[in-house]
């Protein structure tokens, strides 16, 4: 059986309601964690999102910073992990919003039970549960610093999201936005493509194209209203040490999982996972899957 429908973007076919339960961890002693010591991994283009954000705009004279779609606080954990080489002043605010709860309570969870040091860190994070297209809890003309690392590219009304990044940015130059996005991984392509390649009916869903390619980034947000945008390729990658593990874990946390696989018996799946693990050993000896990450830069 073959299908000649299009694949559906990636933000039209994850519900609202998948977003608002999704979670993932990143802290170093979880199992489950996205970055774990040693391994490489897709939350890490953070470190480099950072690093551009304060050469066009540097972190030191930041009054508040505002992390949209903010997930376990992975750029606040990069930002603290980079200091003192690149840190925020003391009385610099700063602010986390993501639309799902089980994403603040990773934070909120850190800050009830800190860690030394987490004094002039974590504990400083105000988290809060919020939709990207409706900040109104953050005021206008309030922040120097905005991002969002693997956000907001997600969400289907991307231009009500970035509406309210212009609304809470200052108006006094003093101000800098940054995006990123998924352009390319072999996660998605080369493993969990192996669904469309057994089951044709079954498409995978891809990213939006506009936020795949450098030009037609940079246009999105220039009409938008953003100005000064650059676009930077930054290379990525899955770490892993055992490729039965690898497929298991991709199949729990991808957000579009359930609907692709939707209606396939237990015997369907573990044979797909199978052929997974397989193209895994074949294609991936190195034991990291390789991927390109686009991460936006811009002013009002």
């Given at each position: 059986?073959?299908?000649d429908?299009a694949?559906?973007s ?5 519900s609202?309601?998948?977003?608002k339960t999704h ?21 890490q283009?953070?470190?480099?999102q ?9 972190f030191?004279?930041?009054?508040s ?26 009385s610099c605010a ?28 974590w ?14 809890i ?15 590219f997600?969400i ?5 999201a970035?509406?309210e ?20 991984t ?14 044709p ?6 990213v ?14 220039e ?16 770490g ?13 946390a991808l ?16 044979r ?17 899957l ?11």
């Amino acid at each position: 059986m073959t299908s000649d429908a299009a694949p559906q973007s990636l933000q039209d076919y994850i519900s609202p309601s998948v977003w608002k339960t999704h979670s993932y961890a990143i802290s170093n002693s979880n199992p489950k964690s996205l970055m774990r010591p040693g391994k490489a991994s897709p939350m890490q283009t953070a470190f480099t999102q950072l690093r551009l954000i304060d050469a066009a705009l540097p972190f030191s004279s930041a009054t508040s910073v505002l992390d949209i779609a903010c997930g376990p606080g992975t750029v606040y954990k990069c930002l603290f992990d980079l200091s003192p080489s690149l840190s925020v002043p003391a009385s610099c605010a700063l602010l986390a919003t993501d639309i799902s709860a089980p994403m603040i309570a990773h934070i909120t969870a850190r800050q009830s039970d800190p860690l030394p040091g987490d004094e002039g860190t974590w504990s400083r994070i105000n988290a809060w549960v919020a939709d990207a297209t409706d900040l109104s809890i953050v005021s206008d003309g309030s922040q120097s610093h905005v991002i969002s690392q693997m956000g907001i590219f997600l969400i289907p009304d991307s231009d009500a999201a970035l509406r309210e990044v212009k609304r809470v940015m200052r108006k006094d130059g003093n101000a800098v936005f940054s995006m990123s996005s998924v352009a390319e991984t072999t996660w998605n392509s080369d493993v969990m493509g192996v669904i469309e390649e057994m089951w044709p009916e079954r498409r995978m869903p891809r990213v939006n194209a506009k936020w795949r390619d450098v030009d037609s980034f940079r246009g999105e947000l220039e009409r938008n209203g953003f100005s000064k945008v650059e676009i930077h390729e930054v290379k990525m990658a899955m770490g892993f040490d055992d490729e039965r593990e690898l497929v298991e874990g991709l199949w729990k946390a991808l957000p579009f999982m359930k609907s692709l696989t939707e209606g396939m018996t237990e015997e369907d799946m573990s044979r797909t996972k199978d052929v997974m693990v397989e193209r895994v050993k074949e294609r991936f000896p190195e034991k990291e899957l390789p991927g390109k990450a686009l991460v936006a830069v811009a002013f009002l």
